[in-house]
């Protein structure tokens, strides 16, 4: 085990506080840390965290609007030397790219891919298929009553078509259908399911497909280490394959809490979806130090609770204890994902520093997190890696 602070000090202070790019390629490959030059870290450049993960896996974040417009310079300076894999946070949801039937609104997801590759990052679209943040027209016809089951196929593909070929040959890789399995694992019963049946999520994949033969597609949801959860993915993903349909890879939200997930249990997910043969990113990664108000720990965005004191108890700071309770827990799920790098295609934050996570106001709003990987003054926390 190497001791990051350690390998900090042996290197001296740089940007961004302790090195977690350093001592991962010290312990990971015995090698002479790297910057973007190529020369060793000697020379007073803090190593990146991709050049860090090179060769194991894309390491990425979930950017907003004011970093794709380049006005939080800070997070922007982050994302460039940090991540070489960018998904949004927001503005390719459908609500937002086609507020109304026909009008689509570019703008923003324009921006954003024009950012991924002015420096040159792997581009990926969240997301096509939601039950959430999608507008509500997109289900209901001029009396406010569910259109038919060929309307609802039609409105789909002509979303999905219009958002995938404008992008084609850009994007890399769709979130094509994003939380469709409940926590036991049967279907969630969205108005996707009740209007068009099952088969909406194999047509979701069909569309995508065709509108850009060489994206990648991808399947995505959150507490993936449920047991029951796992089970109904695995029976998703088997039956898109067994009906001839394109998915090549499993997003595995990393939504974390203090207790839950345990390692273990995702680590049996993980496996049981790389069998299938699709490839696997953790997506949508934070690891959230704040006590939950309910018992499930999902990520569903409609469940919301009132504020109470004692739900925000670090608003004025984290304390030293809960601060290395919070690395030790990240570092553990940093091993597991660096020990099937092989398997594993990309590791996303869903967010660039604890300022900015959306886990300041969900599912309580107005409390004070600290899920991310930087801190609120743009430093890299201290982490303990074995692998």
Same mark, same amino acid.
Request: glycine letters at 8%.
């Given at each position: ?5 350690? !390998? ?49 896996? !894309? ?23 940090? !991540? ?304």
């Amino acid at each position: 085990m190497k001791h990051l602070q350690l !390998f900090f000090e042996s290197i001296g202070r740089q940007t961004f506080g302790v090195c977690l790019s350093c001592a991962l390629l010290s312990c990971l490959t015995g090698c002479v840390a790297k910057g973007h030059n190529g020369h060793s870290g000697s020379n007073g450049e803090t190593p990146s965290l991709s050049d860090a993960f090179e060769g194991k896996f !894309f390491i990425g974040a979930a950017i907003n609007l004011a970093q794709i417009y380049e006005r939080d310079t800070a997070s922007v300076n982050i994302i460039k030397k940090h !991540f070489n894999a960018i998904v949004p946070e927001n503005c390719m949801k459908s609500m937002f790219l086609q507020p109304a039937e026909g009008k689509f609104f570019f703008d923003d997801a324009d921006r954003f891919v024009a950012f991924g590759e002015r420096y040159g990052k792997f581009v990926t679209g969240h997301t096509l298929i939601w039950h959430s943040q999608t507008p509500r027209w997109f289900f209901v016809d001029s009396a406010g009553q569910d259109v038919s089951r060929e309307v609802m196929i039609e409105r789909m593909r002509s979303h999905i078509t219009a958002t995938v070929s404008r992008y084609r040959g850009r994007i890399r890789g769709w979130d094509v259908v994003n939380e469709a399995v409940e926590d036991d694992g049967s279907l969630r019963n969205s108005k996707f399911l009740q209007i068009i049946g099952e088969d909406y999520l194999p047509l979701a994949f069909e569309f995508a497909h065709a509108a850009d033969p060489d994206a990648q597609l991808y399947y995505n949801d959150y507490s993936m280490a449920i047991p029951a959860k796992r089970d109904g993915v695995v029976r998703l993903v088997k039956s898109l394959q067994e009906a001839g349909v394109r998915i090549d890879g499993v997003g595995m939200q990393g939504h974390l809490n203090m207790d839950f997930p345990c390692v273990e249990e995702f680590e049996k997910s993980l496996l049981a979806f790389a069998g299938l043969g699709v490839k696997i990113m953790i997506t949508e990664l934070d690891l959230s130090v704040l006590p939950s108000p309910r018992q499930s720990a999902g990520a569903e965005v409609s469940q919301t609770f009132e504020y109470q004191q004692s739900l925000n108890p670090y608003a004025d700071g984290l304390l030293a204890a809960v601060e290395k309770q919070w690395n030790e827990r990240m570092s553990a799920f940093f091993d597991l994902f660096l020990k099937h790098r092989d398997k594993i295609t990309r590791v996303t934050l869903w967010g660039v520093s604890d300022g900015d996570s959306w886990k300041n106001d969900w599912p309580v709003p107005g409390r004070t997190d600290y899920p991310l990987l930087f801190d609120r003054k743009y430093k890299l926390k201290e982490l303990t890696i074995d692998n």
